[in-house]
């Protein structure tokens, strides 16, 4: 129980700086978690860093907040910011998409200091991206990488258009129906000049050719082309996933309920 009670400290002092309180408010407020702790009622997870999914949890229960409209906009503060003029210790990284309405720290409620967010139309991957990500792995090492997509993606619709205007355009320079040539259209999509049908395309041109066919579907099969792509082209990824120093996992955001879906592949 003591130990408990001193692995928690950090954290509680971190809320109650959020949260005015005066001293008999806070006294009662760490009796009642006292209390519950002992009944075994309280979930440990939420407060827990030490582990990246202890952090995806807090992250996950930041954004149920956000959500919910109960966004607590944490270490936004001038103390917090100060705190963190001469050192960082993000515990994550996030991959996401460059859309004006999935700013990750605001959807996850999350503070000054916790996220190193890179953040392209898609999102897409190139050299700086994953130079920016190594990074945060080797130098700043967080725990954790969130690689998220989400609802209404203008990159997905844009390369849905330019799929469709390729298929239209090779159908008639080759006077064959789609059906003849589609399993071999990857070549040409990734000889495009186009980046957003090289990089995005290329997942919707995946999952339709595994029958998938909403934006919903190619916004999933997206995020799993670039979890793949992140490990097969980054060494340093694929070394701190054997070494147990980091996590992946993908996510879609639902701009629509506000809330983020844990995709499973
Ligand atoms: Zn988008």
Not at 18 to 25: F, H
Not at 92 to 112: K, M, N, Q, W
Request: net charge negative; with cysteine.
């Amino acid at each position: 129980m003591v130990d408990q009670k001193s692995e928690n400290n950090p954290n509680d002092e971190l809320n109650l700086d959020d949260v005015p309180m005066d001293a008999a408010q806070a006294r009662d407020a760490t009796e009642a978690l006292a209390a519950e702790q002992e009944a075994g009622e309280i979930e440990q997870i939420a407060a827990d860093d030490s582990t990246a999914s202890g952090v995806w949890n807090r992250l996950l229960a930041g954004n149920r907040r956000f959500a919910e409209g109960k966004a607590e906009h944490p270490r936004q503060d001038p103390v917090s910011r100060e705190a963190l003029v001469d050192e960082q210790h993000p515990s994550t990284a996030v991959l996401s998409c460059a859309d004006s309405r999935v700013a990750p720290e605001i959807v996850f409620d999350a503070g000054l200091g916790e996220m190193f967010v890179t953040r392209t139309a898609g999102p897409m991957i190139d050299d700086a991206v994953l130079a920016t990500l190594e990074l945060a792995i080797t130098q700043l090492g967080v725990k954790l990488l969130v690689v998220m997509g989400h609802e209404n993606c203008a990159a997905i619709a844009e390369a849905c258009e330019e799929l469709d205007a390729l298929v239209e355009s090779t159908e008639s320079e080759s006077g064959q129906h789609a059906d003849a040539f589609m399993d071999d259209l990857d070549g040409i999509i990734a000889a495009s000049k186009s980046t957003i049908l090289r990089e995005v395309g290329m997942s919707i041109w995946q999952a339709r050719m595994a029958e998938l066919t909403t934006n919903e579907e190619y916004e999933q099969v997206h995020i799993a082309r670039l979890i793949e792509e992140l490990v097969t082209r980054s060494e340093v990824i694929r070394k701190a996933l054997a070494d147990e120093r980091l996590m992946i996992v993908g996510a879609r955001y639902r701009v629509s309920s506000g809330l983020v879906e844990v995709l499973s592949f």
